[in-house]
């Protein structure tokens, strides 16, 4: 039972550096979403295990923490699969605590319902660069609000938060779950197999389109469906025109109101955004999780490979567990990869302040260590950091440390010399 | 496998009004702590099993959250014990995290390290009012520091930070685990019995020194040593004359180290202190972890009951990580009863912005709308909160939740009227 240094795996410790980096970030998110009017709530990081392998999860549901029952709730002699022994778990995403939570407090709750939460999520992903098994997330999320004006909230509260920190040239794709099933349905594939056909077209950035037709031919796709599908995304991508090509294909395959709603949150967020994006339409836009009952939207900047965040609408969770809809829309940015970003690129946090260090010769009479506390206490007061420490003998190694911890002013208090 | 309402067991939603008092507070611990040179640092919520179950945290250790192994690690047949079944488990304290976080980084760490921790903790007790099972920890600790300007610092930072939250009026009660055991060994108690009179004496808030007296005796303590022991509380509380009185008392039974030490503590932190309370010497305070090897010392505001906050040295623990002991001393400010206080006594945040609510006609033409949505962002760029949001049938209602979320400016446009 020897102790462990280590922190478990897959997990971070989070060091001085970046946890500056992460109070800024969050400064700004809590401010600008607050702003909007959005209100920051909290659930705890357990949710009961039924809550979390419902299937709202997806893959997620695979990747739980599960926590042992306590006490006299554990029986291992009669405990005969994972169930018997585990009650609750660490909870994988922010959106299933939410919805339980609107659903328990929706009576408390004005309507809309405008919510902020930035918490941590457990996932037991196999460990990889970057990737961790718990990881910061940052919603916000719209109850109540069945028409387009909660998309638009959403985008505009996010980039401009986006802007805020400083990105810029960036996009947000978007397109709608209803508009991918009336181009599957117009291809004349089979419904049922809707959601394969979903997987495959999220394959499109690694194998760009001609492997996308390729696997659906080899997944039993007619070829001649296969090329009336994929000619829906030739020239299509990017503008309003493209979106008034793809309604006039899909005819009667596509309610017009699909359409014309998101012609709608595109203009009217261009036409007041804040920062410095564009709105794109792309019909190849699938994002994973199978709950999105509308429009999908997803944060794409230029210094990421990928997504760095993204959302849409799901009207039909909070039924789940209250047997009666809601409508429900959110929007989630992609925290630990912004806080990457700015780390890598050596970003410096705007208007801080000084930092100084009293280095104080360890034997300082008391009556003068007080006066140089004083000192300090006055500066703090000011607004400034200081650092009372006692002086190392190795004093050019501890300022060198110092300075790598931003400090730029140092003073050096010696007892046979200092008279206070 | 109906879905569960309800948060789990003991566990807490927060809801908007105090996650604006937390937002609050955390917000000048984070700045008045930094002031003093601590840097934040985290560490991940799950420790590995071993290190939360080394009798580091007394009693706590039974209240642990165990996370089951995963994949081809569990293996149910096999297993006899919870032992088998666990990895890991949430942590209960930020003490042990943070010990094995500076065993595993002291190489990269400025010496002294200053850090500051505000992060959950998990403890699986008996629910109870105001007693949950997740809750927040605010520590300060500095490892390094084997003379007292770490504990000055301490309370220095501390008790600014209470301060500048607006308590005042309090104390900082203070003591030493070495006293503690001077007095014992000096009323002649068996020194392999010296735990148990801690955890007796530990009661005198609740049973009174006849109490205190009437348990040695009949925990089978002489009478003669219980009287000379209890004797010694007699006028000696409050006071640095206190305190010479029990030095005198004590005589060779006390390194005089010890009181000095407490003394210098003492009149420095009296001579320099920001905020509004007073330094009180009480040789009754014990402070229920064992692994305190020095100093202990605890914040009393009139306000509360009992204590809000505490801490202590413990230069023994991270040498159970490397083999080396480190001199470390640490301040954990009671977070969540400070929370409870300031919501309770319906306290304003200073300096809110003002927030206004746009109601809008779910009829608005989308290019009015657009007005709308452009008036509010200049708005919020000026620094207001705006909520823009349907109208809805009940206006009366809508106005009144809204209200109570501390909004104070109405504006509602109809489509029939507004013209943009």
Redesign the interface.
């Known amino acids: 039972?020897?102790?462990?240094?280590?922190?478990?795996t897959g997990?971070?410790?989070?060091?001085?550096r970046e946890?500056?980096i992460r109070?800024y970030v969050q400064g700004i998110i809590?401010e600008t979403y607050?702003?909007?009017?959005f209100?920051?709530?909290?659930?705890?990081?357990?949710?009961?295990i039924?809550?979390l392998?419902?299937k709202q999860g997806g893959e997620n549901e695979k990747l739980i923490?599960?926590?042992?029952k306590?006490g006299e709730k554990?029986n291992?002699e009669t405990?005969?699969?994972?169930a018997d022994?585990?009650d609750?778990g660490?909870r994988y995403d922010l959106t299933v605590p939410l919805v339980?939570?609107y659903?328990?407090?929706a009576n408390?709750?004005?309507?809309?319902f405008?919510a902020l939460q930035m918490g941590?999520v457990?996932r037991?992903d196999r460990p990889q660069r970057g990737r961790y098994r718990?990881f910061m997330q940052c919603d916000i999320d719209i109850f109540g609000?069945s028409?387009n004006?909660a998309e638009?909230?959403l985008i505009?509260a996010t980039t401009?938060t986006l802007g805020k920190i400083g990105f810029k040239n960036f996009e947000i794709r978007i397109n709608d779950r209803r508009l991918l099933k009336a181009m599957s349905d117009y291809a004349g594939f089979d419904p049922d197999k809707f959601d394969n056909v979903c997987i495959i077209l999220d394959k499109l950035d690694k194998i760009g389109l001609d492997g996308v037709k390729a696997e659906l031919v080899s997944e039993g796709f007619e070829a001649a469906s296969v090329d009336k599908y994929c000619a829906l995304f030739d020239g299509t991508e990017g503008s309003l025109e493209g979106l008034s090509k793809i309604r006039a294909t899909l005819g009667d395959s596509l309610d017009e109101a699909v359409s014309t709603n998101l012609s709608?949150i595109i203009?009217?967020v261009e036409?007041?955004k804040?920062a410095d994006f564009k709105m794109v339409f792309d019909p190849t836009l699938v994002r994973g999780m199978g709950y999105y009952t509308g429009t999908i939207f997803e944060i794409a900047i230029p210094e990421f490979g990928g997504s760095c965040g993204g959302g849409g609408r799901y009207d039909k969770m909070v039924g789940?567990?209250?047997g009666t809809d809601v409508p429900a829309c959110g929007f989630s940015i992609g925290f630990e990869r912004i806080v990457l970003l700015l780390l890598e690129s050596n970003f410096r946090i705007p208007g801080k302040g000084e930092?100084a260090?009293y280095l104080?010769d360890?034997d300082m009479p008391?009556e003068l260590?007080?006066k140089i506390?004083?000192e300090a206490?006055e500066e703090?007061?000011a607004?400034?950091?200081?650092?009372?420490?006692?002086m190392?003998k190795n004093k050019k190694f501890?300022k060198e440390?110092?300075s790598a911890?931003g400090y730029t002013e140092f003073k050096e208090f010696y007892a046979d010399s200092y008279k206070g």
Not at 11 to 16: F, L, T, Y
Not at 34 to 37: D, E, L, Q, T
Not at 79 to 82: L, W
Not at 383 to 390: E, N, P, Y
């Open positions: 039972m020897a102790l462990v240094k280590k922190p478990v997990m971070k410790e989070i060091m001085p946890m500056e109070a809590r607050s702003s909007f009017g209100t920051p709530i909290e659930t705890p990081c357990l949710e009961d039924n809550n392998c419902s923490f599960k926590v042992l306590r554990l291992l405990a005969k699969s994972e022994l585990t609750m660490l339980r939570f659903s328990n407090n408390d709750l004005p309507v809309p405008k941590n457990w037991a718990q609000e028409s004006m638009i909230e505009l401009t709608e203009s009217s036409s007041v804040e789940n567990f209250t930092k260090a104080v360890k008391k260590f007080a506390l004083k206490m703090r007061k607004g400034k950091t200081v650092l009372v420490s006692k190392n501890q440390k110092l911890e």
